[in-house]
């Protein structure tokens, strides 16, 4: 009966460790200073918005998308992603890339778009 119990514990233990290294892989935290993205080697969450004056690059043959965003601070950076252009992309207003800072760029995973609300700018009606 106490192997039972014993087995029941190990496996109880194995799983949390398990549980425990899977959290601590996924858990990506938000940079919204290219200075600390440039010096971090884990995957990061990087905002900024898209520098206009840099014109994006699209290699369809390579299933490539490059352009250029900076933060809030001004500092430009490279971002490369493997695949296609994101809907809405130039009418971002800030974007959100997922990725690591190698080889003097960010390789992106994953871009999400912030764009404009199609209700800004509207006034608000009252009704009595």
Partial sequence: ???????????IVVFLAIMAYLFTQT???YVNDFSR???TNRTVRATGSWVKEKNYVIDKQKNLFTFYIKDAKGKVM??????????NFES???????GKYKNGYFEASDILT??????QGQNKKSSS
């Fill in 1 to 11: 009966m106490k192997t039972k119990y014993i087995f029941g514990g190990v496996i």
């Fill in 27 to 29: 858990n990506i935290s």
């Fill in 37 to 39: 993205v440039m010096k």
């Fill in 78 to 87: 490279k971002v490369v992603y493997h695949g296609t252009i994101p809907n």
């Fill in 92 to 98: 971002a207003t800030s974007m959100v890339v997922t």
């Fill in 114 to 119: 912030k764009c404009p609300s199609k209700y």
